[in-house]
């Protein structure tokens, strides 16, 4: 299994998909982290209250992403684009920017998590660099989108038995699980998913807790 960290690059377009509570948003935040890691300009998009000092506001009403080395936080994209509206559809735009900063030097990436792809242009998806599934419900997998049914059904069948920090990528170099490390300054006042990651690091903690003490070669198995 690879970790997030170790298949991001920059430029890039990043679509994390899933459903409420399984943990999109710790996605987008790890993500986040490691551009602003490599010197690279955090923007998010309408940002709320919890987020660092080095993740900057942009608002809504209209996307700029002046910095041209830059990357672009959309959480929750379905709260702010709808599939019918091809007309002034600023994910659209966001893709248009990053394009036209591509052509004159610029390096600039966005991040979208949504529940599903149907909200989206398929213009974006087909520009899409790295597709992240969490756990979706049999109802978010009947109403996707026909072409991505399997990939939605092949992900969840290998995240069935998988903790939460575990995700599904699908990218050009490589497909399979993904290990997913929660920043230390995420909170819950940003998503409904950080308890369920602590309380699965907490079993976790214990396991190794428990291995330590009845030996080394018990750590081993653990770890395989």
């Known amino acids: 299994m690879k970790n997030l960290t170790e298949i991001l690059k920059h430029p890039s377009t990043t679509l994390v998909v899933g ?98 792809s149907t909200v989206l242009s398929r213009k974006l998806i087909g520009m899409t660099t790295f597709l992240i599934f969490k756990k979706s419900s049999p109802m978010q997998i009947e109403f996707e989108r026909p072409e991505f049914q399997p990939l939605f059904v092949r992900a969840n069948e290998a995240l069935k038995d998988q903790p939460i920090d575990v995700g599904y990528i699908v990218s050009t170099n490589y497909e399979g699980l993904l290990q997913i490390d929660m920043p230390k300054w995420f909170t819950d006042e940003l998503s409904g998913a950080p308890e369920h990651y602590q309380s699965d690091r907490r079993e976790k903690n214990k396991g190794i807790f428990k291995s330590v003490t009845g030996g080394i070669s018990s750590l081993g198995k653990m770890f395989g």
């Open 19 to 116: 459903d409420t509570g399984e943990g999109k948003t710790v996605v987008a935040a790890a993500a986040m982290e490691w551009f602003n890691e490599k010197g690279i300009y955090v923007y998010i998009l309408d940002k709320q209250k919890g987020y660092p000092k080095w993740v900057h506001n942009q608002s809504s009403d209209k996307i700029e992403m002046e910095e041209k080395n830059s990357v672009l936080a959309i959480d929750d994209a379905h709260n702010y684009f709808y599939a019918g509206m091809e007309a002034d559809r600023e994910d659209l735009k966001a893709l248009d920017l990053i394009n036209r900063a591509r052509r004159h030097g610029g390096k600039r990436s966005i991040i979208y998590t949504t529940q599903q």
